[in-house]
């Protein structure tokens, strides 16, 4: 069974920054995409971030030199480091994963809000 918990989220004024953890609990795959997604309201859901089993990661433009995604192999802890945060970046933040060598290969930030396993989401707010 796949579980996956997010923490980290909060409230911080505009140039701040926050790390959201993922923490997941799955049995062991060699190949995996997992991600984030932010989401407004029910139709504005975005892919925000990528990384597979393979270390490659993927960001949507709007973090790109802001957000660093990254994958601890050895604890299944995935985080997102978010710097210069900005009004705009305000949301629930979702982490998401599946697994397999066809989700690796297409793994893209576009995508992840598309992955089968997802976790309850935590909320992020950034003031001006």
């Known amino acids: 069974q796949v579980q996956l918990v997010e923490s980290g989220g909060g409230s911080v004024q505009s140039g701040g920054s926050l790390t959201l953890s993922c923490a997941v609990t799955?049995?062991?795959?060699?190949?995996?995409?997992m991600g984030w997604f932010r989401q407004v309201s029910e139709k504005e859901r975005e892919g925000v971030a990528s990384?597979?089993?393979?270390?490659?990661?993927t960001l949507v433009d709007s973090v790109k030199g802001r957000f660093t995604i990254s994958h601890d192999n050895a604890k299944n802890l995935m985080s997102l480091q978010m710097n210069n945060l900005k009004p705009e970046d305000t949301a629930m933040y979702y982490c998401a994963a599946d697994y397999g060598a066809f989700y690796s290969k297409r793994c893209m930030h576009s995508r992840v809000n598309n992955l089968q396993y997802r976790g309850q989401g935590t909320q992020v707010t950034v003031s001006s």
């Open positions: 990384i597979n089993s393979d270390g490659t990661t």
């Open positions: 799955a049995p062991s795959y060699s190949n995996y995409c």
